[in-house]
T-cell receptor, first 109, second 113 residues
């Protein structure tokens, strides 16, 4: 099956810093989504981005499907950005979202 | 519009018992997927339902089952609980299918003693 690898596994930032999270996948996909899981376990959808670039406030994401990776950018990080960031992909027509292992982000005040 | 709701939020069971978890999707969404999250295995796909039919299934034993009702609400059942079934169980809804943006509920945290 498809492999999804996220890097780095852990990241500690000072408030106000910028960061880039990476998601590599081993096969072509027709669906890629980024999620943020808060400390209470709630998964929030950040981006639906099978290809191209999207921006939402301080967050932006880019997926280069031909090279099988996606990047999530967080600018001017805040303590509320802390949590685990997951990317998830659906391999063509499988009907299953496969999640990476996540990047755990801690933003210190 | 109300989000995805899951009940109960917390559950403690003993080995050998069975458990039923419930998920109500966002109004108008017809696809409901279930995931198991554990520290060791991460987030793993259990199954997906659409129009009361299981459309996709992950690699879990037959002790894990589910169903969907005509109002799109879904339940999952785990029989003969094992210690390893302790996990956060998350459901997600999408308008039509997994390829649509997925919205997750808050999860049910199951502890098996």
């Amino acid at each position: 099956g498809i492999q999804v690898e996220q890097s780095p596994p852990d990241l500690i930032l000072q408030e106000g810093a910028n960061s880039t999270l990476r998601c590599n996948f081993s096969d072509s996909v027709n669906n890629l989504q980024w999620f943020h899981q808060n400390p209470w376990g709630q998964l929030i959808n950040l981006f639906y981005i099978p290809s191209g670039t999207k921006q939402n406030g301080r967050l932006s994401a880019t997926t280069v499907a031909t090279e099988r990776y996606s990047l999530l950018y967080i600018s001017s990080s805040q303590t509320t950005d802390s949590g685990v960031y997951f990317c998830a992909v659906e391999q063509s027509n499988t009907g299953k979202l496969i999640f990476g292992q996540g990047t755990t982000l801690q933003v210190k005040p | 519009k109300a989000g995805v709701t899951q009940t109960p939020r917390y559950l403690i069971k003993t080995r050998g018992q069975q458990v039923t978890l419930s998920c109500s999707p966002i109004s108008g969404h017809r696809s409901v997927s279930w995931y198991q999250q554990t520290p060791g295995q991460g987030l793993q796909f259990l199954f997906e339902y659409f129009s009361e039919t299981q459309r996709n299934k992950g690699n879990f034993p037959g002790r894990f089952s589910g169903r969907q009702f005509s109002n799109s609400r879904s339940e999952m059942n785990v029989s003969t609980l094992e210690l390893g079934d302790s996990a956060l169980y998350l459901c997600a809804s999408g308008r039509w299918e997994v390829s649509d943006t997925q919205y997750f509920g808050p999860g049910t945290r199951l502890t098996v003693l």
